[in-house]
């Protein structure tokens, strides 16, 4: 990156896919303009902004099951007038489905 960003090298980095271009035809095809809006704000963030996209495009399902599981928590949390005890229910939903899922797929590795 260092390399690129002082003009050593010829071709063009993509921060969007991560990818160096050298090839001629790919280097016509890429946005100029966008390339430099990308460049003039913060590397960092813009790379901090792509991983977050990935991490939750991965796991969102998983994002999703504790979003729910801390909803339920607080509407009980709620519902029980304020009673901090009532909060380990979810917990011990949330302690099940996983210690369920290790114990599957343990069972599977076995056969």
Same mark, same amino acid.
Not at 86 to 91: A, E, G, K, L, T
Not at 95 to 103: D, I
């Given at each position: 990156? !260092?390399?690129?960003?002082?003009?050593?090298?010829?071709?063009?980095?993509?921060?969007?896919?991560?990818?160096?271009?050298e090839?001629?035809? =790919?280097?016509?095809?890429?946005? $100029?303009? $966008?390339?430099?809006?990308?460049?003039?704000?913060?590397?960092?963030?813009?790379?901090?902004?792509?991983?977050?996209?990935?991490?939750?495009?991965?796991?969102a399902?998983?994002?999703? #099951? !504790?979003?729910?599981?801390?909803?339920?928590?607080?509407?009980? #949390?709620?519902?029980?007038?304020?009673?901090?005890?009532?909060?380990?229910?979810? =917990?011990?939903?949330?302690? #099940?489905?996983?210690?369920? !899922?290790?114990?599957?797929?343990?069972?599977? $590795? $076995?056969?």
């Open positions: 990156l !260092f390399l690129i960003s002082t003009d050593q090298l010829s071709g063009k980095y993509d921060p969007r896919y991560g990818i160096y271009y090839n001629p035809e =790919i280097l016509d095809e890429l946005d $100029e303009s $966008e390339l430099k809006v990308i460049k003039n704000t913060n590397f960092r963030v813009v790379m901090a902004l792509n991983h977050l996209k990935n991490f939750t495009s991965q796991y399902s998983v994002i999703a #099951f !504790f979003a729910s599981v801390l909803t339920i928590s607080y509407y009980l #949390f709620l519902l029980s007038g304020g009673n901090p005890a009532v909060v380990i229910i979810p =917990i011990l939903i949330v302690v #099940f489905v996983v210690g369920y !899922f290790f114990l599957k797929k343990h069972k599977k $590795e $076995e056969i």
